[in-house]
């Protein structure tokens, strides 16, 4: 069970570190595009951002969701006791209440989304770009795909996959770290 547990909080790392590859309204990554004549220079296209693509296709939440198996495979990892469960597990608690905390305030047109600052507007402009977005998409993972939003080849071909591996195996480094932390700092 250790492996899984290892393996599973590594992946946690991977796709928290992936999603910094893709954009999404709620987070800080701004959206790039090639300019008209097909060059290699970049142009910021916020309105990328409203799109899903990639990770966003599997959740709205791709950075913060992940801290959830993460938090719970750490706690096992930790020792497992009661104060293991509590610490992360009270991490992954609060990750799925505020990424809840943030689709409320979109179904409910409050205005304030997140890291990204959108105002609620009149004009049919963000508010309603964002809410098509969350049309599209879903909370729990993979259930956009499931209810037929999303399809699973959309994601597999746009998934950053080398973000995604090579962020698994930094995360797989910095779970050995914070376990021998972890451990260092246990009182027996």
């Not at 590859?21 to 709620?26: E, G, R, T, V």
């Not at 706690?75 to 943030?102: M, N």
């Not at 950053?160 to 246990?186: R, S």
Request: aromatic share 12%; proline share 4%.
């Amino acid at each position: 069970m250790h492996n899984a547990y290892l393996l599973a909080a590594s992946f946690s790392f991977g796709a928290a570190i992936a999603s910094l590859f893709n954009a999404s309204p709620l987070g800080l990554m701004p959206g790039f595009d090639g300019d008209e004549d097909g060059g290699v220079m970049l142009r910021r296209d916020d309105t990328m951002k409203f799109a899903a693509r990639g990770l966003t296709r599997i959740t709205r939440h791709p950075l913060l969701l992940p801290v959830v198996p993460w938090g719970l495979s750490t706690a096992y990892l930790a020792g497992g006791r009661p104060c293991d469960y509590v610490f992360f597990g009270g991490l992954s608690a609060y990750t799925i209440l505020g990424c809840y905390a943030q689709d409320l305030r979109v179904i409910r047109e409050e205005g304030s989304v997140g890291t990204s600052g959108f105002v609620a507007d009149d004009d049919g402009g963000e508010n309603s770009r964002l809410q098509s977005f969350f049309e599209q998409t879903s909370f729990v993972p993979f259930k956009a795909v499931v209810d037929g939003r999303q399809k699973m080849d959309d994601i597999i071909r746009e998934a950053p996959w080398l973000q995604l591996v090579a962020g698994t195996l930094l995360g797989f480094m910095l779970e050995e770290k914070i376990l021998g932390l972890i451990d260092e700092w246990t009182l027996n």
